[in-house]
């Protein structure tokens, strides 16, 4: 079954312009993980964030984890054509070695 | 490396037949995760092994579904019977360790179509 769910399930918007997304979960984590996925490719891991961290930057990439309120939120700044993608945030339950993925969001950045 | 591989990476069959599908993990990765997804209900983890064995394996739909690591380079995921309802993409990935302590590598995936 799926741990998060994943809001807004789509974005557009004009290169240049930041996207943010964010993630809901329901268990206790050891990490949350974000993920991109190109149309008709696999799954490539951009970020993990720890329990106990709350922000982590990673070039344009931003994300901040609130553990109270089992939330995440992943921020593209400056964004580009090229970051047009699916973005999945993926759990590290605790006690479980294998990732729950969320729905996804489909971001599509026009030029 | 040359990444996760898999094969095939299309595959249409008629319901009914066998399928099986084959991952190459990274070289050295000692945990294989075999994930399914479509449209209605996401990427699900069908079963989970470490050091060839199988940890997880409650995400697997049904008993016409089994998975198999015969060594640490090489894993199927087979299908027998085929349905319709199976059809979706199928993704193997792999990770140094548990893929939820650290990050997980994906293959390119493997489209099934039952027709």
């Known amino acids: 079954s799926q741990q998060g769910e994943e809001d807004p399930q789509a974005l557009s918007i004009q290169e240049g312009e930041n996207a943010t997304m964010n993630c809901s979960y329901k268990?206790?984590?050891?990490?949350l993980q974000w993920y991109r996925q190109n149309s008709g490719r696999g799954l490539v891991h951009l970020i993990l964030i720890r329990s106990n961290e709350r922000e982590k930057h990673s070039g344009r990439l931003r994300v901040t984890l609130d553990t109270s309120k089992k939330s995440s939120s992943l921020l593209i700044t400056a964004s580009r054509a090229a970051d047009t993608a699916s973005y999945f945030c993926a759990t590290a339950d605790t006690g479980r070695r294998a990732l729950t993925f969320g729905s996804g969001t489909r971001l599509q950045v026009q030029p | 490396d040359a990444g996760v591989i898999q094969s095939p990476r299309h595959e249409v069959t008629e319901m009914g037949q066998e399928v099986t599908l084959r991952c190459k993990p990274i070289s050295g990765h000692n945990s294989l995760f075999w994930y399914r997804q479509t449209m209605m209900r996401g990427l699900e983890l069908l079963i989970y092994f470490n050091n060839n064995v199988p940890i997880d394996d409650s995400g697997m739909p049904e008993d016409r579904f089994s998975a198999k690591m015969p060594n640490a380079s090489f894993s199927t995921l087979k299908i027998q019977p085929s349905e319709p309802r199976d059809s979706a993409v199928y993704f193997c990935a792999s990770s140094p360790s548990g893929g939820g302590v650290t990050e997980a590598f994906f293959g390119q995936g493997t489209r099934l179509t039952v027709v």
């Open positions: 268990t206790s984590i050891n990490n």
